[in-house]
C-alpha cells in the first residue's frame, strides 16, 4: 500500500469514527459494552472485535413482557461496506444461542433458545437512516419477530472529539403485539468513546435507554 493510500485511509477512519461508535462491530482488537432498554427488554452485551468485519461476546437480555431471561453467545458479521465522498452504508448480520429462563415468578423449564437477524445504515455528517430486523425461537417462552426504522439528522457537525448531537425517530413493529407499531422521538448524543441515547416511546409510554462504552 502507497503512503498515499494509506493516508487517504486514515483521513477516512477519523471522519467516521464518530458515528462508528454506535455500530456493533467496533475496531480490530477493541471491546465494547452495550446496553439497551425499550418497550419490551433490557440487554446488555459485551463484545470483542478480533477483526474489523467480526464481533463476538455474551449477551444477557431480559422480556419483560414474557417474563424470560435469555443468556447467549452473541456474533455479529459486517457483510458489506460502501464509502462515498460524503456517506456510508453498512449491512450486517447477526444471531445468537444460549439458554431461556423464566422470571418474575414464570415456573417454566429452562430450555435453548436462539435468534438472528440484520441490521443496515446509511448517514452522512447530519442525516442517518437505520433499519433492524430479529427473529427469535425461545421454545416455550415464545417466538417473536420485531423489525425497527429509524431516521435521523444533526442539527450541526461537531468537530472530531466534540460532543455531538442527532435527533431521531424510531419506528418499532412487533406484529405479536397488541400496539403493533409505535413511534419513538429519542437524542442521541455521544462523544469520544461513550455512546448514549434516550427516548420516550409515544404509544405505549415506555421510555428508551441505550448506552455504549467503547474500550
Given at each position: 500500500?502507497?503512503?498515499w493510500?494509506t493516508?487517504?485511509?486514515?483521513v477516512l477512519?477519523?471522519?467516521?469514527?464518530?458515528v462508528?461508535l454506535?455500530?456493533?462491530?467496533?475496531?480490530?482488537g477493541?471491546?465494547?459494552?452495550?446496553?439497551?432498554?425499550?418497550?419490551q427488554?433490557?440487554?446488555?452485551?459485551?463484545?470483542?472485535?478480533?477483526?474489523?468485519q467480526?464481533?463476538?461476546?455474551?449477551r444477557?437480555e431480559?422480556?419483560?413482557?414474557d417474563?424470560?431471561?435469555?443468556?447467549s453467545a452473541?456474533?455479529?458479521r459486517?457483510?458489506?461496506?460502501w464509502?462515498?465522498?460524503?456517506?456510508q452504508?453498512?449491512?450486517?448480520?447477526f444471531?445468537?444461542a444460549g439458554?431461556?429462563s423464566?422470571?418474575?415468578?414464570?415456573?417454566l423449564?429452562?430450555?435453548?433458545?436462539?435468534?438472528g437477524?440484520v441490521?443496515?445504515?446509511?448517514?452522512?455528517?447530519?442525516?442517518?437512516?437505520?433499519?433492524r430486523?430479529?427473529?427469535v425461537?425461545?421454545s416455550h417462552?415464545?417466538?417473536q419477530?420485531?423489525q425497527?426504522?429509524r431516521?435521523?439528522?444533526a442539527?450541526y457537525?461537531?468537530?472530531t472529539?466534540?460532543?455531538?448531537?442527532?435527533?431521531?425517530l424510531e419506528?418499532?413493529?412487533?406484529?405479536?403485539?397488541?400496539d403493533s407499531i409505535?413511534?419513538t422521538?429519542?437524542l442521541?448524543l455521544?462523544?469520544?468513546?461513550?455512546?448514549?441515547?434516550?427516548?420516550?416511546?409515544i404509544?405505549?409510554?415506555?421510555?428508551?435507554l441505550?448506552?455504549?462504552?467503547?474500550f
Amino acid at each position: 500500500m502507497s503512503t498515499w493510500q494509506t493516508l487517504m485511509l486514515a483521513v477516512l477512519g477519523c471522519s467516521i469514527s464518530m458515528v462508528a461508535l454506535s455500530r456493533p462491530v467496533s475496531y480490530t482488537g477493541g471491546y465494547t459494552i452495550i446496553g439497551e432498554s425499550d418497550r419490551q427488554s433490557s440487554s446488555v452485551l459485551f463484545h470483542y472485535t478480533p477483526t474489523y468485519q467480526s464481533s463476538v461476546g455474551p449477551r444477557l437480555e431480559f422480556n419483560r413482557d414474557d417474563h424470560f431471561s435469555l443468556l447467549s453467545a452473541h456474533a455479529t458479521r459486517l457483510a458489506k461496506r460502501w464509502f462515498g465522498s460524503d456517506h456510508q452504508g453498512n449491512l450486517y448480520f447477526f444471531g445468537g444461542a444460549g439458554i431461556a429462563s423464566g422470571i418474575d415468578g414464570n415456573s417454566l423449564d429452562n430450555r435453548f433458545a436462539a435468534y438472528g437477524g440484520v441490521i443496515a445504515d446509511w448517514e452522512t455528517r447530519s442525516l442517518f437512516t437505520s433499519y433492524r430486523a430479529r427473529y427469535v425461537n425461545a421454545s416455550h417462552f415464545g417466538r417473536q419477530f420485531m423489525q425497527v426504522a429509524r431516521f435521523g439528522f444533526a442539527p450541526y457537525e461537531g468537530d472530531t472529539g466534540a460532543l455531538h448531537t442527532w435527533v431521531m425517530l424510531e419506528i418499532d413493529h412487533r406484529p405479536s403485539d397488541s400496539d403493533s407499531i409505535t413511534a419513538t422521538p429519542l437524542l442521541r448524543l455521544f462523544k469520544g468513546p461513550m455512546l448514549l441515547e434516550a427516548g420516550y416511546n409515544i404509544t405505549v409510554n415506555q421510555p428508551l435507554l441505550n448506552f455504549t462504552y467503547r474500550f
